[in-house]
């Protein structure tokens, strides 16, 4: 033995390796059969949180860039780093992420010559988020070239079940499995006393978190668990249903997925969080700063009611692990209004009400309203501010133009089509045109007019249209709440779709309570402006089945033809169809628990579905949204 350390440079434990291959000692003893301690390497933070709380920090020989908790762990050799090395904005930060997974690079590196000379004997890693962490593909690669081989131990949490199960994982992979169960129990013994202060039938408090501001990303998985269990609803991302008992009736829900801010103005919440994922506490109330400079986070009633809380999102809630105890205990505490719950030091900021302006109202002055009416009647394109004395376009200038151009102007009548997500303010009042700059001066002699939701019956219809026909969209909306009605998709989604797919979209906003005859009328008006003038003008639906509702188009349409490309096409195909497109589906909308709202539609979901929810959704179980690969 001493002989081999000193020619090979071995550490001991890989001697030690050497006598396993007999067989007699165990996968656990080294020389003499004696019980060899674990050595750890953990690349996932939550994972070194937990190791840490059964008791096994001394096991730790290496951990993640972002390993930071507890204190006494930061003199470990560090293994991994990330590609993106500054935080910069959250705009920016998506953007870099987005290209970088987009192009298939992961966005962490891991120091392979480090992580072999520290010989780990388990490995701490995750599968759940390519963003949060260096992938489980990337470790396991790794791993098979560090002798001898080492466990690796992927923790995929979704719920705060899944968290404290994770104990007993790791315990177990370390050698530790009585000290995990005595943790758990620990832990659960701090839930179960939360709870306690959680009345049973009192109305949920309605609650927005924000754990991404650019775009603007909702909470998921374990978050709008802790929420529910705290006495709140997450309206935008609901939890599923549980198990009875500890976590009452409540389980994770779906991952963490971009909203317009149309839609988190139409939840209207009680309260707002804004927790940005990996941010300290100084970052994420910059960012919050930033959120009050829009047009529309003043305009939410929780803003305006000082009913704001900026999280430290790196030590809390973002990681699946132990301090999501800590996080629960302080949602109990604002929710209930019990302060005596809340964990002391909670790294937490409350935003007072009316702390800033926005950058534009979303109203003109009365005076400025009349004159832009007088110089339009007149035919005027522009007009000076009597304000400013600044010239002004007016909406008949814009008109002439025929497009929006993207600059968030004061009168513009196709309400910011070409204005970034997030930053469109004017609202339609009629049906309208809207185009890029590309499409203006394109007309066509044959014209498609595809009746569009966003979901992926009507994406299926747009990838089978006759290429030598020109394709619009056409989509109508509640005028009042800018959503689509059933789907739960946002009229600005669909401008987004439409400019991915480089296609023209006609948006027609519905009054409140309007009839079937307006509808029809409306839907018309729609079809004449998205014919653009062509003779040849042909309506498509992405019905799949159902013979009354094509009846029942085909009869107020008329004289219009309608077509149903995908009508009757059995649902192997068109599900397959699904899964191979550039494009990826979402359940936007469900009344039925086995599909929750934020989940992929995958082989998977489809195939978990029971025999009384239909496997498109078309009786109404479920909606989707599409978010389109850019043309």
Same mark, same amino acid.
């Given at each position: ?222 978050? $709008? ?9 997450? &309206? #935008?991302?609901?939890?599923? @249903?549980? *198990? /009875?008992? %500890? !976590? ?20 209207? $919440? ?9 941010? &300290? #506490?100084?970052?994420?109330? @910059?960012? *919050? /700063?930033? %959120? !009050? ?339």
């Amino acid at each position: 033995v001493q002989f081999l350390y000193l020619i090979g440079n071995l550490q001991l434990n890989q001697i030690n390796s050497l006598f396993l291959l007999s067989g007699s000692c165990g996968p656990e003893r080294g020389l003499r059969g004696m019980k060899q301690a674990a050595r750890v390497c953990s690349v996932l933070p939550s994972a070194t949180e937990v190791l840490c709380a059964i008791g096994g920090e001394a096991l730790l020989v290496g951990r993640s860039h972002e390993d930071n908790y507890p204190q006494s762990i930061t003199d470990r050799p560090i293994l991994t780093g990330a590609k993106i090395e500054h935080f910069t904005s959250s705009g920016d930060v998506d953007r870099q992420v987005s290209e970088a997974l987009h192009e298939g690079q992961s966005l962490y590196t891991l120091d392979e010559p480090l992580l072999q000379s520290l010989n780990p004997s388990v490995i701490l890693t995750q599968d759940v988020c390519a963003v949060c962490a260096i992938d489980l593909g990337t470790v396991n690669r790794v791993a098979t070239r560090v002798f001898p081989r080492p466990k690796v131990v992927s923790l995929n949490p979704e719920s705060l079940q899944d968290v404290l199960e994770d104990f007993l994982l790791v315990g177990n992979a370390v050698g530790m499995l009585d000290e995990s169960i005595a943790a758990k129990q620990a832990y659960e013994a701090r839930i179960a006393k939360a709870l306690s202060f959680v009345p049973k039938d009192a109305p949920p408090v309605k609650v927005a978190f924000i754990e991404w501001s650019d775009p603007v990303y909702v909470g998921g998985h374990w978050t $709008p668990q802790l929420i529910t269990m705290a006495g709140g609803y997450h &309206t #935008l991302n609901p939890s599923n @249903e549980g *198990a /009875d008992g %500890l !976590y009452v009736q409540t389980g994770g829900a779906g991952k963490s997925f971009p909203v317009p801010p149309e839609k988190v103005l139409a939840s209207d $919440p009680d309260i707002v969080i804004v927790c940005p994922c990996g941010l &300290t #506490l100084a970052a994420a109330k @910059e960012e *919050a /700063d930033k %959120l !009050y400079e829009t047009y529309w986070f003043p305009e939410l009633r929780a803003v305006k009611a000082g009913r704001v809380y900026c999280v430290d999102g790196d030590a809390m809630f973002n990681r699946p692990g132990p301090r999501l105890v800590d996080a629960l205990e302080w949602l109990v505490s604002l929710l209930q209004n019990r302060p005596d719950v809340c964990p002391a030091d909670f790294p937490v900021e409350h935003y007072p009400p009316a702390r800033h302006r926005p950058q534009q109202a979303p109203t003109l002055a009365q005076d400025i309203e009349d004159l832009h009416q007088e110089v339009c009647a007149a035919g005027e394109t522009t007009y000076k501010d009597p304000v400013t004395g600044y010239t002004v376009i007016t909406a008949v200038g814009h008109k002439k133009r025929g497009y929006c151009c993207g600059h968030r102007c004061r009168h513009c009548p196709y309400g910011h089509f070409n204005v970034k997500p997030g930053n469109r303010a004017n609202k339609l009042t009629k049906p309208t045109l809207l185009r890029s700059p590309k499409n203006a001066q394109k007309g066509a002699a044959a014209v498609d007019v595809l009746f569009w939701s966003g979901g992926k019956d009507s994406f299926l219809t747009y990838t089978l249209h006759d290429k030598a026909r020109k394709v619009v969209l056409l989509t109508t909306y509640a005028e009042s709440s800018g959503m689509i009605p059933s789907q739960q998709v946002h009229h600005h989604d669909i401008m987004d779709q439409a400019k991915a797919l480089q296609a023209d979209l006609v948006l027609v906003p519905l009054p409140q309570n309007h009839s079937d005859d307006e509808y029809v009328r409306l839907c018309k008006e729609g079809v004449q402006l998205a014919a653009q003038g062509a003779a040849d003008v042909q309506l498509l639906f992405g019905d799949l089945h159902l013979s009354c509702i094509r009846a029942w188009r085909e009869e107020r349409f008329a004289p219009y033809q309608c077509r149903f490309p995908i009508f009757g096409v059995p649902y192997p195909v068109l599900q397959e169809a699904l899964f191979k497109a550039a494009a990826r589906v979402v359940v936007s909308a469900s009344s039925v628990p086995e599909v929750p709202v934020g989940a992929p539609f995958t082989p998977e979901l489809v195939a978990g579905l029971p025999d009384s929810v239909d496997g498109m959704g078309e009786r109404g179980e479920f909606h989707t949204k599409v978010t389109v690969n850019r043309a």
